[in-house]
């Protein structure tokens, strides 16, 4: 059995812990907010033994095994070092932090202490998109040469919105720019030159984003990233042999097509379980019981890789993101 505490009770906390009973081997152990009528209430809806009224008082029990953080990125970097110092693992929403050195921060305590620490990339554990990997692996459209890949979508204008607040990590590029640029990631590799054009929220974050990711050999990527119009969210991987097309959305995909000339196009379809959370749930559970301290899929050099890209992108457009804040 695997004892899960979930940090915080939003919009993200709420959909996973629906995933959660779809795990074998998971138990709900204990939710925390920052109001204790909140987490009581999430507890119950959700099957939770035991709540708590504080993080500190999760971090505190000492019957959790992982923790789940599942507050805004603005606030990663503060809850997930408490959790590391408490001595738990950590499975950590997207984006990791807001910027590149509180990452390496987090990287280097999971190191030094010994505890298991991911981003929670889902994507990366979906069955269609494992698929997705081995087809491309094994040479299905030849030599990749591009990856295209975009998500958004218009948010209001909102201070107090998770999206516009720069407190809490807002902007495109963290919240969903960083889907396309992990899925350029899975397919290319670590580019080695990021060109990027943008603009900013009246807020200061960044509106959106256009990004064009460099490899060694030549490959490219462009990504799109926006929260003030509506884009395709789509994913087209170019080969030499032909191209793969997503279908649905690019960070969670129904299918994928390949497309060859003189053939008809093929469609891969893998089903999720739940809402596509609980194989990541499941991944991780398993990387505990065979003591690994980081996911043989979607280690913790990845997920730097990832910021590295995301903090440069964000220079480039003047936006800087500062992890020091406050829960509020
Ligand atoms: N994997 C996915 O598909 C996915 C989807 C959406 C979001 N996310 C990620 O998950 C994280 C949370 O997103 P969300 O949509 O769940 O946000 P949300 O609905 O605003 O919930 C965030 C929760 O964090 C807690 N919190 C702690 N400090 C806070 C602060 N200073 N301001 C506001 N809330 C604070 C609150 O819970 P308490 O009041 O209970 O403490 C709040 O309910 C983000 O990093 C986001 O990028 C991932």
Redesign the pocket.
């Known amino acids: 059995m695997t004892r899960w505490g979930f940090l915080?009770?939003?919009?993200?906390?709420t959909?996973?812990a629906g995933d959660l009973p779809l795990v074998p081997g998971a138990r709900a152990l204990a939710v925390?907010?920052?109001?204790a009528g909140?987490?009581a209430a999430?507890a119950e809806r959700h099957g939770f033994e035991r709540s708590y009224g504080s993080?500190a008082d999760l971090l505190a029990d000492p019957d959790v095994d992982v923790v789940y953080v599942?507050?805004?990125?603005?606030?990663?970097r503060a809850?997930t070092r408490a959790a590391l110092e408490a001595g738990k693992h950590v499975l950590v929403?997207?984006?990791f932090t807001t910027t590149l050195a509180g990452a390496h921060e987090l990287v280097d305590l999971a190191r030094s202490r010994g505890l298991f620490a991911m981003e929670?990339m889902?994507t990366r554990f979906q069955p269609t998109v494992v698929a997705l990997l081995d087809a491309l692996g094994s040479g299905v459209v030849g030599e990749v040469r591009h990856v295209h890949a975009d998500l958004g979508f218009p948010v209001p204008e909102d201070p107090s919105s998770?999206f516009h607040d720069p407190?809490?990590?807002g902007g495109a590029l963290?919240?969903m720019g960083v889907y396309p640029v992990s899925v350029a990631r899975m397919v290319l590799g670590a580019p080695s030159e990021v060109l990027t054009r943008g603009t900013l929220t009246s807020s200061g974050v960044d509106a959106e984003a256009s990004l064009l990711l460099t490899h060694p050999g030549g490959a490219t990527a462009t990504v799109h990233t926006t929260i003030t119009a509506r884009p395709p969210r789509r994913g087209v991987i170019t080969g030499t042999g032909g191209r793969v097309e997503l279908e649905g959305v690019v960070?969670a995909p129904d299918a994928f097509v390949v497309h060859r000339p003189d053939a008809e196009p093929e469609r891969t379809s893998l089903p999720r379980t739940g809402r596509g959370?609980a194989h990541m749930l499941e991944h991780v559970q398993e990387c505990l019981e065979q003591g690994r301290t980081e996911s043989p899929l979607w280690p913790l050099s990845t997920t730097l890789e990832v910021m590295g890209v995301l903090e440069e992108a964000l220079q480039a457009l003047g936006v800087r993101m500062d992890d020091d804040?406050?829960?509020?």
């Open positions: 915080a009770t939003g919009g993200i906390a959909t996973v925390a907010s920052r109001d909140r987490a999430f993080y599942a507050t805004p990125h603005g606030q990663h809850v929403e997207k984006s929670a889902w998770r407190v809490q990590g963290l919240d960070h959370y804040r406050p829960l509020g």
